[in-house]
């Protein structure tokens, strides 16, 4: 059964320094989201993707992020300049049908 | 926007008993509601959605109830099992754009 995948697993870096986190969402998939989940805390919604422009943006997706379908395979969410408070994991999705979404594993993201 | 609210924030019941998990939402524009399971270090994994136009929604040991009046939802798991223990999330959203997420509800089945 197709999965959506990340990577990387595991990131860690510098405040301040810009991370490029890599989604490949099923490949029939046509709407694309980023999710964000601090340890033991709920997961929250950042931004939709939808025929390559934003959907829907939360107010958490502010100037530093970007998202990116570079290619026909890839999704990606970029940080520009990273803060303590970004530390998280961070969840790509896919559906098909704009409701049914497909988590990927995550990438935890460490800032220090 | 959208607000949904979800208890018990922990569950706990022993092996064979029923859980229930309920949630409220406030746009009443939300018309689809998604469940989550997740364990420990894993992904969310979808495990039963409902849409607006049904009442109920069942799937083996699993099922899902919704008072449009009421704005609440409610997840039914019975004959619970020690695999069933996770992090269960439920979810609103009315255009597939958004979704908004409960707080969550671990649940621990008791052998």
């Known amino acids: 059964e197709p999965e959506v995948t990340q990577t990387p697993s595991h990131q860690v870096t510098q405040m301040g320094q810009e991370v490029i986190l890599r989604c490949v969402p099923i490949?029939?998939?046509?709407?694309f989201y980023w999710y964000r989940q601090i340890l033991g805390q709920k997961v929250e919604f950042l931004v939709s993707?939808?025929?390559?422009?934003?959907?829907?943006k939360s107010e958490i997706f502010d100037d530093q992020f970007s998202v990116e379908r570079p290619d026909g395979s890839n999704f990606t969410l970029k940080i520009r300049s990273t803060k303590l408070e970004d530390s998280a994991m961070y969840f790509c999705a896919s559906s098909r049908v704009m409701l049914e979404q497909y988590f990927g594993p995550g990438t935890r993201l460490t800032v220090t | 926007g959208e607000n949904v609210e979800q208890h018990p924030s922990t569950l706990s019941v022993q092996e064979g008993d029923s859980a229930v998990i309920k949630c409220t939402y406030s746009?009443?524009?939300?018309?689809?509601f998604p469940w989550y399971k997740q364990e420990l270090g894993k992904r969310p994994q979808l495990i039963i959605d409902i849409r607006s136009n049904v009442g109920e929604k069942k799937d083996q040991r699993i099922a899902v109830t919704l008072n449009k009046t009421a704005k609440h939802f409610s997840l039914h798991i019975t004959e619970t099992q020690p695999e069933d223990s996770a992090v269960y999330f439920c979810a609103a959203t009315d255009t597939g754009n958004q979704f908004y997420f409960g707080t969550g509800t671990s649940l621990t089945v008791i052998p």
């Open positions: 993707f939808y025929n390559n422009e934003i959907s829907e």
């Open positions: 746009d009443s524009a939300s018309n689809y």
């Open positions: 490949s029939n998939h046509l709407y």
